[in-house]
């Protein structure tokens, strides 16, 4: 989170010196003067792990992605293409200094260049590959402000790759474009997730222009291919996606050992700064903090509201590291101690969790693994009262046919609305193989499993007003007002290898170790 902001060697000195000494010494000195600085003394009362010896500037060696393994990312995707003529944009300089930049997934994991207003065209015959950069220049002045950037001159030794300047494109698309070819379009949209909603990039708006100039050309969507490509991890993906978990992970510590917070920023500042203390660009996704009633919003990101003992906190953060992301969810206590009603709930998720882990191993179904959650969770929210009964139905507040999809009608499904996996790797939403071999786990898989529950008055209020759904409302309608405003979600990392499921995000879960860790917070007196 930095643009051309210079900082003297003496001032980054005296930071350093500045926040060892507010950290171990000034804490007291802050509440004594007043009581808005509570936030900042619970904070800095977190209590750390010692850092790696390694820089943490720079990722090991055995992390790296090579251009050898970058050659034959690409030559797989070839595989698939057979010929065709394969276009793709990267990401545009921002337009503002609040951040830095970030390249597209799929233009990383084909190139590895992670600079802004480049584009590479790839023209496949007989399934080989060869691959152009079109680079565009950064002006010398520009380049004090920041960095330089890579040219024809040392494309190769940089990427591996040739270059030729950007302004050379459009002649080259119009050549190819007579070859006989057919036309391949790697979407230059941030995530596939909203890629319907972002259709005005200039990767796509250039293809318009193409296929206006050229009608009779055959123009395909390639984004499927390169999913494909992406959805087994290598040997050193793997080692990255380790590193962001077990940065993700001390985030989550760190949240957990801040002294009183009484705001959800508070939280979200202690677990973004470990994420940086420890090396990671930046967060993976927008950190969701959500107490009490937000907590039972799903994507909750405004992380605003005060926090108060009793409620519990979601939240769902990870740390993007070298480009590879985690995904990791904790539902904690405020106080530090879990009620009686808290703890049943959190016990079901946890228990449908590892329901999920014992069945997503090497071969077995991902559906599978889903479904068993699904009865874990439907079981007990029937025991809990807040279904009729495990098969009981109701009308949802989306369409959804019932005769045709009994499944989806049925009352759990209120209370547990979203998936319980997905891949994870340069987007926090990433292939599996699963999408290709029969929706099957296979080694080199990277995913999460996380359900949920969350319970309020509010679901129940928005249900049409039909007889079946009036009964049921009556039924659960006490037990919901017994666990009002109960979202809880516990989401770990996984990855498949050689030797099976390994859960690689360590953080406490279990609830007698977040109450164990919990009670070492230093409490701090106004």
């Known amino acids: 989170m930095r643009r051309a902001f210079v900082v003297s060697p003496d001032t980054r000195l005296g930071n350093r010196v500045g926040f060892a000494v507010a950290r171990f010494d000034l804490t007291r000195l802050f509440v004594m003067r007043s009581s808005r600085y509570l936030a900042v003394a619970a904070l800095l009362a977190v209590t750390h792990a010692p850092l790696p010896a390694q820089p943490a500037q720079s990722a090991p060696a055995d992390t790296s992605i090579s251009k050898a393994e970058v050659a034959a990312r690409r030559a797989a995707f070839a595989e698939r293409i057979g010929d065709g003529v394969v276009l793709a944009f990267g990401g ?23 600079e802004p207003d480049h584009a590479f065209v790839m023209v496949v015959r007989n399934k080989v590959p060869q691959t152009t950069l079109f680079l565009t220049k950064m002006e010398p002045r520009t380049a004090f402000y920041y960095g330089t950037s890579t040219d024809s001159t040392n494309s190769v030794s940089r990427t591996g790759l040739p270059a030729r300047s950007f302004g050379a494109l459009p002649a080259v698309l119009d050549s190819l474009a007579t070859s006989g070819l057919p036309f391949y379009h790697i979407p230059d949209v941030e995530t596939m997730d909203f890629s319907r909603a972002d259709s005005l990039t200039r990767g796509q708006e250039t293809v318009k222009a193409l296929a206006r100039k050229h009608p009779t050309l055959t123009i395909r969507n390639a984004m499927p291919h390169v999913l494909a490509v992406r959805g087994k991890k290598s040997a050193a993906e793997l080692a990255l996606i380790r590193k962001a978990v077990e940065v993700s992970s001390e985030g989550h510590r760190a949240a957990m050992l801040t002294a009183n917070p009484l705001h959800e920023y508070e939280l979200r500042a202690a677990i973004e700064y470990e994420f940086t203390r420890r090396g990671a660009e930046r967060v993976a996704y927008g950190s969701i903090v959500g107490s009490g009633y937000n907590g039972t919003t799903l994507h909750y990101m405004k992380d605003m509201d005060p926090v108060k003992p009793g409620d519990l906190v979601v939240i769902d953060a ?49 559906r599978a693994a889903a479904d068993s959650t699904v009865v874990v969770r439907t079981k007990g929210l029937a025991a809990l009262g807040l279904i009729e009964s495990a098969d009981a139905q109701y009308d949802p507040p989306w369409r959804v046919d019932c005769t045709a999809n009994p499944q989806g009608c049925k009352q759990a499904n209120l209370w547990m609305i979203h998936g319980i996996s997905h891949g994870i790797g340069l987007a926090v939403h990433d292939p599996l193989q699963g999408d290709l071999n029969g929706g099957r786990f296979a080694e080199g898989d990277a995913f999460t499993i996380e359900p949920g529950i969350y319970v309020s008055t509010r679901a129940l209020d928005v249900l049409p007003d039909t007889p079946r759904n009036r009964q049921f409302k009556a039924k659960v309608l006490a037990a919901v007002k017994k666990y009002e405003n109960t979202g809880i979600r516990i989401e770990d990392d996984y990855i498949i290898t050689d030797k099976g499921l390994e859960r690689i995000s360590l953080v406490p879960r279990e609830i007698p170790e977040i109450e164990a860790l919990m009670k070492r917070r230093r409490v701090i007196q106004p």
């Open 318 to 366: 990870g740390a993007e590291y070298r480009g590879y992301a985690a995904d990791i969810t904790r539902t904690i206590p405020v106080s530090g101690t879990y009620t009686a009603e808290q703890r049943q709930l959190y016990q079901l998720v946890l228990d449908a969790q590892k329901a999920a882990e014992r069945n997503s191993k090497p071969g077995m179904s991902i």
């Open 92 to 114: 545009r300089t921002l337009v503002h200094d609040f951040t830095t930049f970030y390249q597209l997934a799929a233009f990383r994991y084909l190139t590895e260049l992670n």
